[in-house]
């Protein structure tokens, strides 16, 4: 079975800093990886994923994620956060049905 | 405009009351899920179906109960079965998992308070 891991429940950067949020993940098959982002009492919104194919994968709002696969991670990094960032970030993996990280809640400070 | 609807977004009960929270797609995907959230837990799968009139148990399945009569609609009853229902509640749907485009796409969550 698949599972996911996010090291760090809370992340906190500057305004411009660089955001890095790590995931790593355990399955037996090539699994599907995916970041979403959820804002205060919202649904979860899909910032990127990987398939198949390229390994830097480019998501919404300056975001972006490689899967390593000799690592098992597929961290997300952002150059430069902005206040807008703040949130809390899932990691999951796909073989099947879908796990979720427990989260990551960024917070940005000024 | 195609999405997820829930509702309510707010919903309070007295302990001991069945409630069922409403999940609607227009995405016309086969598979849709229910996930309850706790701070610091992420989300955990309830129940899930990949068609109509046939779903699964997912990792908390005790003390609900949903129901697939339509592919856009997957009602979930929160019984008074459940210990502890208190909770942010989420519908997802998808294409049927392993195809190219399958993502989980999200309802807005409906916050239940019980009391």
């Known amino acids: 079975a698949q599972s996911v891991t996010q090291l760090g429940s809370h992340v906190s950067v500057s305004e411009g800093a660089l955001v890095l949020l790590r995931c790593n993940y355990s399955?037996?098959?090539?699994?599907?990886l995916f970041w979403y982002v959820q804002y205060p009492n919202q649904g979860l919104q899909l910032l990127l994923k990987?398939?198949?194919?390229?390994?830097l994968v480019k998501g919404i709002n300056g975001f972006e994620a490689e899967f390593k696969k000799s690592e098992t991670s597929f961290h997300l990094t952002k150059p430069s956060a902005h206040m807008s960032d703040a949130a809390e970030y899932f990691c999951a993996v796909s073989v099947g049905d879908m796990r979720f990280g427990a989260g990551t809640r960024l917070t940005v400070k000024p | 405009d195609g999405g997820i609807t829930q509702s309510p977004k707010y919903l309070f009960r007295k302990e001991g009351q069945n409630v069922t929270l409403s999940c609607e797609q227009n995405l016309n995907h086969d598979a849709m899920y229910w996930y309850r959230q706790d701070p610091g837990q992420g989300l955990r799968l309830i129940y899930y179906s990949q068609i109509v009139n046939d779903f699964q148990k997912g990792d908390i399945a005790e003390g609900y109960s949903v129901s697939r009569e339509k592919k856009e609609s997957f009602p979930l009853t929160v019984t008074s079965a459940q210990k502890n229902p208190t909770a942010f509640y989420l519908c997802?749907?998808?294409?049927?998992?392993?195809?190219?485009?399958?993502?989980?796409?999200f309802g807005p969550g409906t916050r239940l308070t019980v009391t």
């Open positions: 997802a749907s998808s294409s049927l998992p392993g195809r190219d485009d399958y993502e989980q796409y």
């Open positions: 399955s037996s098959v090539p699994p599907y």
């Open positions: 990987y398939t198949t194919g390229a390994t």
